[in-house]
């Protein structure tokens, strides 16, 4: 099948790859003609596990191409996947210019293909779609096929999804969907066909579940901190029972990214249009906003006694908002190094993925490190705030040394309580109480 995937950020450029991974011919359409150039030379503009291999095998065997021309990606081809941004916008709607610049640009280049909506879209928008190409004298069919990528594990998610959500009417189109998405459900994971509403609003009730099940954890930790309660233990007897389960079950510094905020801010928004308060969601954002200055709160507290954050410098390991990512959008750690930056600390940075993305937030405010250990030197403090495989098991007694003040604190609680306090660390992770361990 010819497909053309319009938009080349993380949905479009792993979309495609995988799509020309299963025998499909893809072009790939975006506007910059900097990143089409990139692109065509197999290099990708941003970090995620295998991306790049499997971009380059496909561009080397002919089936995924890339271009900043719609006529030329369109024609001949079956299905226009849009996989455009989506952001905010200042009410914390979904911003929907780029989806609706996309469709038309789709149906002047071809009047046959079917058009699906893969971008992160509020409920009722493929249907704002097929009226503004109605209005535009277009007869394109429209349909929403919404994505389901996690950064960091987008190929997987991809090539072997839990499931794939459409929502379609017409029979014909249905079949079309079921060949092309045959190859990724072998294994028996379903194809759910639906009504296009349902499938937009499946996409953020998703996201939205997601965050309040961190969210809600996070908040146990912090009544666990304040009652003297191990979150550690309370999580493995709230995730042992079968109804519950661990997954999400991770407290830690807080949630971010490009899709969780974003998505709980559109979900609230279209709810309260809709003349509902989305009061969940809206309290997961509460709680993840007030998880966040928790975590800055007990750096203050620990250096008041001490004189103040001002000249001290604090080494920090991790900016992403999450492992196996360059991302830095939302991410909490921005968050904790600019309170450490505006109380006059210095600090030191190290990430094994995001560095060029936190330069460019930072400049010249933050010392980046080659590595985990170089930023070591005279650090006052150490705060752990991205989960990489590398920071989880570092050589402590190696860690004491480097350092001129041993502590530690955790917001992804990595590490292992008794063993540190063992060796002389003052150690605050998330939801167990320095000070009650203290007394």
């Known amino acids: 099948m010819k497909i053309a995937v319009i938009g080349t950020g993380y949905v479009g450029l792993v979309t495609g790859a995988c799509f020309a991974e299963t025998g499909n011919e893809v072009t790939c359409v975006d506007?910059?003609?900097?990143?089409?150039?990139?692109?065509?030379?197999?290099?990708?503009?941003?970090?995620?596990?295998?991306?790049?291999?499997?971009?380059?095998?496909?561009?080397?065997?002919?089936?995924?191409?890339f271009s900043t021309e719609y006529s030329l990606a369109i024609t001949g081809a079956e299905l226009a996947l849009i996989c455009v941004g989506t952001p905010s916008a200042e009410d914390g709607s979904a911003d929907l210019s780029y989806v609706f610049d996309a469709a038309v640009s789709i149906a002047k280049a071809s009047d046959s293909v079917l058009i699906a909506i893969k971008s992160t879209v509020p409920v009722g928008t493929r249907d704002r779609v097929k009226k503004l190409l109605e209005d535009e004298g277009f007869s394109h069919s429209v349909i929403s096929n919404p994505e389901f990528l996690r950064e960091g594990s987008a190929v997987q998610d991809c090539l072997k999804p839990d499931r794939v959500v459409v929502g379609i009417q017409n029979q014909k189109h249905k079949e079309l969907l079921q060949d092309?998405?045959?190859?990724?459900?072998?294994?028996?994971?379903?194809?759910?066909?639906?009504?296009?509403?349902?499938?937009?609003?499946?996409?953020?009730?998703?996201?939205?579940?997601?965050?309040?099940?961190?969210?809600?954890?996070?908040?146990?930790?912090?009544?666990?901190?304040?009652?003297?309660?191990?979150?550690?233990?309370?999580r493995k007897a709230l995730g042992s029972d079968q109804r519950v389960g661990m997954q999400y079950l991770y407290p830690s510094v807080g949630w971010g990214g490009s899709c969780f905020p974003k998505d709980v801010k559109a979900l609230v928004n279209f709810s309260e249009s809709a003349g509902?308060?989305?009061?969940?969601?809206?309290?997961?954002?509460?709680?993840?906003?007030?998880?966040?200055?928790?975590?800055?709160?007990?750096i203050y507290r620990h250096f008041e006694t001490l004189g103040g954050l001002e000249g001290k410098t604090i080494a920090v390991w991790g900016g992403a908002f999450k492992a196996n990512t360059d991302d830095i959008r939302e991410s909490p750690a921005l968050t904790v190094i600019d309170a450490i930056l505006d109380k006059g600390a210095k600090v030191y940075l190290y990430d094994p993925s995001a560095m060029d993305s936190l330069a460019a937030n930072y400049g010249s405010k933050v010392t980046f490190g080659k590595n985990m250990w170089d930023i070591l030197a005279d650090a006052d403090a150490?705060?752990?705030?991205?989960?990489?495989?590398?920071?989880?098991?570092?050589?402590?007694?190696?860690?004491?040394?480097?350092?001129?003040?041993?502590?530690?604190?955790?917001?992804?609680?990595?590490?292992d309580v008794s063993v540190l306090d063992s060796m002389g660390f003052v150690y605050h992770r998330v939801g167990v109480s320095y000070e009650e361990r203290s007394r």
Request: with cysteine; net charge neutral; charged share 25%.
């Open 382 to 415: 150490l705060c752990v705030l991205t989960e990489w495989n590398e920071f989880k098991h570092p050589d402590f007694s190696k860690l004491k040394s480097n350092m001129k003040e041993s502590v530690i604190f955790d917001g992804r609680n990595l590490y």
């Open 31 to 65: 506007i910059d003609q900097s990143k089409v150039d990139l692109l065509r030379d197999g290099k990708i503009p941003f970090f995620e596990p295998g991306l790049e291999n499997l971009v380059r095998r496909n561009i080397e065997s002919g089936r995924l191409t």
């Open 276 to 298: 509902l308060s989305s009061i969940l969601p809206s309290a997961s954002f509460s709680v993840n906003q007030r998880q966040k200055q928790r975590f800055v709160d007990k």
């Open 180 to 234: 092309l998405y045959a190859p990724f459900v072998r294994s028996g994971n379903p194809v759910l066909f639906m009504d296009s509403r349902s499938a937009e609003l499946a996409k953020y009730s998703t996201n939205a579940y997601l965050a309040v099940r961190i969210s809600f954890i996070n908040e146990i930790s912090q009544i666990c901190e304040e009652l003297g309660a191990n979150i550690d233990d309370v």
